[in-house]
């Protein structure tokens, strides 16, 4: 059977880091109460000239040369993005020009903060299908310019950057013991809509809008959805939060975070912490954990990597894969 392995990853965050003490001259709030409510202390906004496009490029070219890989070696780009540069055409296009490549397929998928979940696992899909061999995927967004920056329950919480990794096709015995994607699930549930969402668009208020949430509400579901899909991903391999090596889930709450690997038993020490210094960076959340914890030499090839997200929708969804 082919298996989707990980073969190589990248990061890339806008230069500006914005303190949570800046928000203090902005909206009626203070460091205290982010760092409490939130565990993010600093994010990255993207400066003039920084995109989507232009921060998922430069991952997908760190990607690419970890990989020791060319864009000739890539046969398809998926990006998740929520923030794209264009309504249309999508910036998995823009990324794959920036990139050089005028050959294989580029598109966008869209399911907010798992949208890297989505992507991943609709790359997993081509890959075992035998209809792509080598496959980037980025989660890349700019939520600093859907934010309204006049409102404290959301201005505080977000970041920019962009994260990538590259899979392909490998023969495998499917044994959980193999590398690669051992299972993927996603769920969704449009029930929700109205609790995460943009009040804009271009088939109703022709503009871009601003993001709006209420926060306690994804707060209230997001840990029993998480803990769901994670169990999911056991039963269907008949591995448990003992045999992690990591857990990396989406990073928008140190709290939700906390109470779920609290719920699902995975030790404090297996978990990737990066909400701290990026914030909710959304579907570019993941792939810069990844790439933080590979690089520094904690995620090692071998090691049993279970990745998780919810978001606006609500979607949600888990992927587990032997690095
Ligand atoms: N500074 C100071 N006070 C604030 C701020 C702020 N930035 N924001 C809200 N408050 C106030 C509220 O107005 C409220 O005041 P009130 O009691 O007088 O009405 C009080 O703080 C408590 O507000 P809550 O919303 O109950 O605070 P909570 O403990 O729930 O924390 C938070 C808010 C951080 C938004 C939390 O609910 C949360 O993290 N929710 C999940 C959000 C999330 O994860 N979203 C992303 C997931 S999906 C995606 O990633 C796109």
Known sequence: MIRSVLRGFGASLPKRIMKNREFESLVDTSDEWIVQRSGIE???IAGEGETTAS?????ARAALERAGLTVADIDMIIVATSTPDNTFPATAVNIQNRLGMHHGSAFDVQAVCSGFVYGLTTADCYIRAGMARRVLVIGAETFSRLLDWTDRTTCVLFGDGAGAVIIEAVESEGLVSDRGILTAHLRSDGAHCEKLYVDGGPSTTGTVGHLRMQGREVFKHAVGMITDVIEDAFSATGLTSEDLTWFVPHQANRRIIDASAKKLGIADSKVVITVDHHGNTSAASIPLALAEAASDGRIKQGD??????????????SVLLRW
């Open 304 to 317: 049993l990597v279970l990745l998780e997200a919810m978001g606006g929708g609500f979607t949600w969804g």
């Open 42 to 44: 600093q994010r990255h």
């Open 55 to 59: 921060l998922g490029e430069a991952a």
